[in-house]
């Protein structure tokens, strides 16, 4: 029986830190398929409105779609410290139009950061309204465990994210679907604390059935053979854990978007299947 | 041996103008799990001394490739424009002079759309005439090469292969399909930065080189990435094999390794690659003297 504990970090040495952004214009992306047909479909950016958290990931009209509202800085070195400071699971408001007030987390990370918004208000949110995140997690660190590396990830969703600990020590990890070391596709080589990791869908499994896995927007799913604690990379024997945050694309080598939390040698790690384990729980239980 | 008939009667040779690129330096990226990412020269610039046929990992650089860099005339850092997407290996370069410089002999680019700079050409060239050239130099590309097609076998994709490329290339008919040599052959996990991006533009990383077991690869030689597809894009598809020609050394951080620019990709049971010594390398230096 895995023995539940709170994780030990260093969460009470973190800085919080207040950052703005604005959320970006909606994109027309012209993509071409892999049989060379040409497409403009939706892309990224602006607000999505119809499709939410908890939602099926793939099967949309559209390319790299994004979830909630896609959230930039118009300096470059603003826009990176967004993207790098900024964790899954923070907290986020909007600050300007009808939508004043109303309260998000930060979902993952693509181009721009994304902000999840309660759905009966997304409504009211628009390109060109400023947005603050609380950022907090940057330099998380779970103690006593050098080997598990974590990257925006929200101290409470960390928490939230681990079941416990094996008998042998391992870390329970709650995951809704993995994918096949095959899968990773564009997202490669780039920093593991930004962005995210391209995934093939056909590729995801089940962690409990070993059926193909209905992929959701915010499940959390784990991908074999990732090392993540640098760049996104090949390492056989690594395991790379992250949030779905975006749907894929008619190209070729993109699919839906996994935003890192957690890179650890596979034998440090237990991965849990649970259907459950989507940030959309998590945001619940944290409003609850 | 029977070599593939091409359409090559039916393209043109445009000139595009192009610029010698400085050596620039990049914020620093993700790093690298592994001890000692140093601080390396690669990117732009005019490499005196590096040529085809060289190893890879002989020279300590960062993405290096042979000769002189140079990319698209555009203000502030350029992206690929008409000569990154237009330009094949093999196609000449004349210096300022009117000179010839060169051959086009690799690409370096983006990991993918959205991440485009460096978008870089590399100009295989004799030492004598690269000690004679500087960044911010015009060069004129002779670019010939898009739009060549393998008549026999539509389903087979050529990119950035100029007919002069071609002809150098060990290929021939085999059965109904092609057979084409190549040095290493690498299983699809081995492909990091570089899928996901247009063929046309940059490279493909072999981002795992233990896939390579050992094998030293140098400049020009070929080399086979399974379960990947060029066609519309650098892309994960069972099934296919895509083929190219080594044109940049190690990268130092995470995802990243020696690239290869995409020649021709096409389905496995038509585009057979062949383990041999296949390697282009001496081929385009020779060009390079020659032009």
Known sequence: MPVATEPLTNATSLVRTRLVGVVSPASANAVVSPTGLAEVLPGQGGVLTSVQLGDAATGWCSDHLEVGASVRHAEPAADQALQVLACVGNRAVVLDGPGAATRGIVAGKHGGLLVAFPSKVLALVGPGDRVAVEAFGAGLRLTGEDSVVLHSCDPALLGWLLDGTEPDGRLRVRIAAIFGREAAGAGLGMSASRFNLDLDPVLARDPVTGAAADLRLGDVVAVADQDHRYGRRFRAGWLAVGVLCHGRSAAGGHGVGMATLLTAPADRLSLAGDAAANLQSFWAAAAA | ?291
């Open chain 2, 1 to 291: 041996m029977t070599r593939p008939h091409d359409n090559r009667s039916a393209l043109v040779t445009v000139t595009a103008e192009a610029v010698v690129a400085p050596a620039r330096w990049h914020p620093p990226g993700p790093g690298t799990g592994d001890d000692g990412s140093a601080l390396l020269p690669g990117c732009g610039g005019v490499a005196v001394g590096v040529h085809m046929g060289d190893e890879v990992g002989r020279w300590l650089g960062d993405h290096l490739m042979p000769g002189a860099a140079i990319e698209d005339r555009a203000d502030g850092q350029p992206g690929p424009g008409p000569v990154h997407m237009l330009a094949c290996l093999g196609n000449r370069v004349r210096a300022a002079t009117g000179d010839l410089l060169g051959v086009v002999a690799g690409k370096r680019g983006g990991l993918a759309p959205g991440f485009l700079p460096p978008s870089l050409l590399a100009v295989e060239a004799p030492d004598e005439r690269l000690e004679r050239i500087c960044p911010g130099e015009r060069v004129m590309v002779e670019t010939v090469g898009r739009g060549l097609q393998l008549t026999d076998h539509p389903r087979i994709c050529l990119s950035n292969l100029s007919p002069a490329l071609l002809d150098l290339l060990p290929v021939q008919e085999q059965g109904r399909g092609l057979a084409v040599g190549v040095m290493a052959w690498l299983p699809p996990w081995a492909a990091g930065s570089g899928i996901g991006q247009d063929a046309w533009i940059g490279d493909l990383d072999i981002a795992e080189e233990n896939a390579l077991t050992g094998q030293a690869l140098r400049y020009g030689d070929l080399v086979a990435f399974q379960d990947i597809d060029s066609s519309a894009g650098r892309f994960r598809r069972p099934g296919y094999v895509s083929i190219g020609l080594m044109c940049h050394g190690p990268g130092t951080e995470d995802g990243h390794g020696p690239g290869a620019c995409i020649l021709i990709s096409g389905p496995a049971d038509e585009l057979a690659a062949v383990p041999g010594p296949a390697s282009l390398g001496p081929q385009l230096a020779e060009l390079a003297a020659r032009s």
